[in-house]
């Protein structure tokens, strides 16, 4: 923890001429796609994850390049590989250098260590 008299940055001073509006409970707009999802991204919640096989020319990669998304991949650097631990609750996937190989060979690498990884599509 920061020492108190550490807690206020004496480097950031609030400028007089800008001034922020912060708006709150302001509704989501509707959701205005015409087609139904292959993925079922309406019964998923924060902390929910969905295994997508990526391979060159599927869609989601294809729109992936298209809005030209980043791709990121963050776990405990000190676990990689991580293997399959077959209880089917975990990982189902080898999550290898392999994997992060073809995944960077998509698009372009902006950042790789261990099990840590970007790329840009």
Same mark, same amino acid.
């Given at each position: ?7 206020? /940055? ?9 001034? %922020?509006?912060?708006?709150?409970? =302001?509704?989501?707009?509707? /959701? ?18 969905? %295994?997508?096989?990526?391979?060159? *020319? ?12 980043? #791709? =990121? ?5 000190? %676990? ?11 990982? =189902?996937? #080898? =999550?290898?250098? /392999? ?7 998509? *698009? ?8 840590? #990884?970007?790329?840009? %599509?």
């Amino acid at each position: 923890m920061r020492p108190p008299e550490k807690i206020h /940055d004496p480097v950031y001073e609030k400028p007089s001429e800008v001034q %922020f509006k912060i708006d709150k409970d =302001i509704p989501l707009p509707p /959701d205005m796609r015409s087609r139904v999802s292959k993925y079922p991204w309406g019964m998923m919640e924060v902390g929910y994850s969905l %295994f997508i096989p990526m391979e060159e *020319g599927d869609l989601i990669i294809e729109r992936a390049k298209e809005w030209g998304a980043l #791709l =990121i991949v963050s776990n405990v650097l000190d %676990f990689h590989p991580i293997k399959i631990d077959n209880t089917g609750w975990n990982h =189902i996937r #080898l =999550i290898d250098d /392999d994997l992060y190989d073809s995944i960077e060979a998509m *698009g372009t690498l902006v950042y790789r260590n261990k099990s840590n #990884l970007i790329v840009q %599509f």
